[in-house]
């Protein structure tokens, strides 16, 4: 379906579909806050929060960054699902504003109250999932509904993080939860988006092997992999969850391989998808040795690989696509996007060698840089597309 039609109104162009201010603060977000994180870590800095340092990188990672670009995704496929306009202007602006505070809240938590923090901050993922549902039952686009259960159980995880924090110090289990809502959602989404993007462009410039569209086989791998993701959230030692993990291992390499990703080489932001999803099988290999071995394994290693790999590299790939397609550019990787896929890469490979070699000090700042250098190069290279209207001789870009 084609991208809906933008309502006139009198605001600026930023608010004009929500990939716009979203995608640029989850970048803004995404790359500040993991560079104040290393001071952070290294004691040089504090700040006002509940949480505990650790738990506040955790958090602002999870709960901050990551439900930023998500609402800009949602924002931005809905109406191409529903054929109906998108959200924008002062409704628009209200999600952000309520995102902005929710930020404000969490860093300040310490002053005003963990309960106050908790009900700001979720704010933000609760008017998301009401206005997604609101828009896909209007247009009648049953069948999207389901894109909002991850979303719905990111909400009631970013709930449980902050109770957690105040009954016990730290997070366990909302942090695998909320993480695994959005390994699942990544499975969905990246589901669809990958073959079908990976079809237009083999069929176009390289004629051959096509990727094998969605069909039994590839319920069967989300289904096996969330019943891993459920056991790994609450067991995560149990041997019981690491042989689950590892089957869904296994299951998604054979549903990677499906989709003929080493024959996409030549165009980057095609290939980064690919990458980007092969995170996720590593992932959940590394998680299921861990239940057997983590002396050898640690569980770091297996929530970096889904988290800095498999989350970072997805929403880069997702944010850049769409940010060209639908400001009226064309869909080629120049430098900067070259370099941004680089680095996140980079960012996500050091930093599962600074969980595996922890006493190489020098690996996590190094994955630190990277993590920055891909998320301020996008916020800086991408900006001007965000902020200005669409170019209007450029054909419309297929549906993010």
């Given amino acids: 379906m084609a991208i809906a039609r933008v309502k006139p109104g009198n605001y600026p162009a930023v608010l004009s579909y929500g990939f716009r201010p979203f995608f640029l603060l989850g970048a803004l977000q995404a790359g500040l806050a993991v560079l104040f ?22 958090h602002e990672m999870l709960f901050g960054y990551l439900p930023a670009v998500m609402t800009g995704f949602l924002l931005t496929a809905i109406p191409n699902w529903t054929g109906r306009l998108p959200v924008q202007g002062a409704p628009l602006l209200g999600l952000v504003l309520l995102w902005l ?98 079809h237009n462009w083999l069929a176009r410039e390289n004629p051959g092997r096509l990727p094998i569209s969605f069909n039994r086989f590839d319920a069967v791998v989300i289904l096996v992999s969330a019943l891993a993701l459920v056991a790994w959230i609450f067991f995560p030692a149990r041997s019981e969850s690491g042989l689950l993990m590892i089957l869904a291992a296994l299951l998604n390499v054979a549903r990677l391989g499906r989709w003929a990703g080493d024959r996409t080489w030549r165009d980057p932001l095609v290939f980064i998808l690919h990458a980007a999803y092969a995170f996720l099988p590593l992932g959940f290999l590394l998680a299921g040795l861990a239940a057997f071995a983590p002396e050898l394994i640690p569980p770091a290693a297996g929530i970096h690989a889904f988290g800095t790999g498999a989350v970072g590299a997805m929403t880069l790939a997702v944010m850049i696509r769409a940010t060209l397609g639908h400001t009226g550019h064309a869909l080629r990787a120049g430098a900067a996007a070259r370099l941004i896929f680089v680095a996140i890469i980079a960012a996500a490979l050091l930093r599962l060698a600074a969980a595996c070699h922890p006493s190489l000090d020098f690996l996590m700042p190094l994955s630190a840089a990277c993590w920055g250098i891909a998320f301020l190069g996008y916020a800086g290279f991408f900006a001007p597309m965000l902020l200005r209207p669409r170019r209007r001789a450029q054909p419309v870009a297929a549906p993010a």
Avoid: C
């Avoid at 994180?37 to 506040?56: K, Q």
């Avoid at 009631?156 to 730290?170: D, K, R, S, T």
């Fill in 37 to 58: 994180w290393l001071p952070l870590f290294y004691g040089w800095l504090t700040t006002a929060s509940h949480f505990a340092p650790v738990d506040w990188h955790v």
């Fill in 101 to 198: 505070t929710g930020r404000i809240a969490v860093f300040f938590s310490g002053e005003i109250g963990w309960a106050v923090a908790a009900a700001i901050d979720g704010a933000f993922l609760a008017a998301v999932v009401i206005v997604a549902a609101r828009e896909i039952i209007a247009g009648r686009n049953w069948r999207n509904l389901k894109v909002l259960a991850p979303v719905t159980v990111l909400f009631a995880a970013n709930v449980l993080f902050h109770w957690e924090a105040n009954q016990y110090g730290i997070t366990d289990l909302s942090r695998r939860l909320g993480l695994g809502a959005v390994i699942v959602l990544i499975m969905v989404i990246g589901g669809r988006i990958i073959p079908s993007f990976t």
